[in-house]
């Protein structure tokens, strides 16, 4: 099954987390994310600074609310989203699988394979959900 948006993550040898695609800057050493082809985000050194670099895709919550209208193709409403601390610190809109009862803010979340369809194909979109004990 293919991948919704390849370019930000990949899945990780477990089937079913989701590892995340950043940049390592070769100038000022940040994590960026997502790896841009402008170059560092943080410094504004050339793209050929970056080296990609996995993230795990751990963060913590934020803030987030339950949108109950049609935001785009293949997200079914109600849907949850929030904002979230990546790993590298840096602060991502997110979405969440499931429902908003699932979910309190400062909660560590990680990001998991989550099949959706856009017409008729299947597609693995990245979603974050509660941290499994
Ligand atoms: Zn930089």
Same mark, same amino acid.
């Not at 370019?7 to 477990?14: G, I």
């Not at 790896?35 to 963060?59: D, H, Q, V, W």
């Not at 803010?105 to 369809?117: K, P, W």
């Given at each position: *099954?293919?991948?919704?948006?390849?370019?930000? !993550?990949?899945?990780?040898?477990?089937?079913?987390? +989701? /590892? +995340?695609?950043? #940049?390592? =800057?070769? $100038? =000022?050493?940040?994590?960026?994310?997502?790896?841009?082809? !402008? &170059? =560092?985000?943080? %410094?504004?050194?050339?793209?050929?600074?970056?080296?990609?670099?996995?993230?795990? #895709?751990?963060?913590?919550?934020?803030?987030?609310?339950?949108?109950?209208?049609?935001? $785009?193709?293949?997200?079914?409403?109600? %849907?949850?989203? #929030?904002? $979230?601390?990546?790993?590298?610190?840096?602060?991502?809109?997110? *979405?969440?699988? &499931?429902?908003?009862?699932? !979910? /309190?803010?400062? *909660?560590?979340?990680?990001?998991? $394979?989550?099949?959706?369809?856009?017409?008729? /194909?299947?597609?693995?979109? =990245?979603?974050?959900?509660?941290?499994?004990?």
């Amino acid at each position: *099954m293919d991948l919704e948006k390849p370019d930000l !993550y990949r899945l990780a040898d477990d089937d079913r987390r +989701l /590892t +995340l695609r950043a #940049g390592r =800057c070769a $100038a =000022c050493d940040a994590l960026i994310f997502p790896l841009s082809p !402008y &170059g =560092c985000t943080a %410094c504004g050194a050339e793209p050929s600074a970056l080296t990609e670099e996995p993230m795990p #895709g751990r963060a913590q919550l934020l803030t987030f609310i339950t949108i109950h209208q049609r935001l $785009a193709p293949g997200i079914t409403p109600p %849907c949850v989203v #929030g904002e $979230a601390r990546l790993a590298n610190g840096e602060i991502h809109e997110i *979405m969440l699988a &499931g429902t908003g009862d699932l !979910y /309190t803010d400062d *909660m560590q979340l990680e990001a998991v $394979a989550t099949e959706i369809t856009r017409g008729d /194909t299947p597609l693995i979109a =990245c979603r974050f959900a509660p941290v499994e004990a």
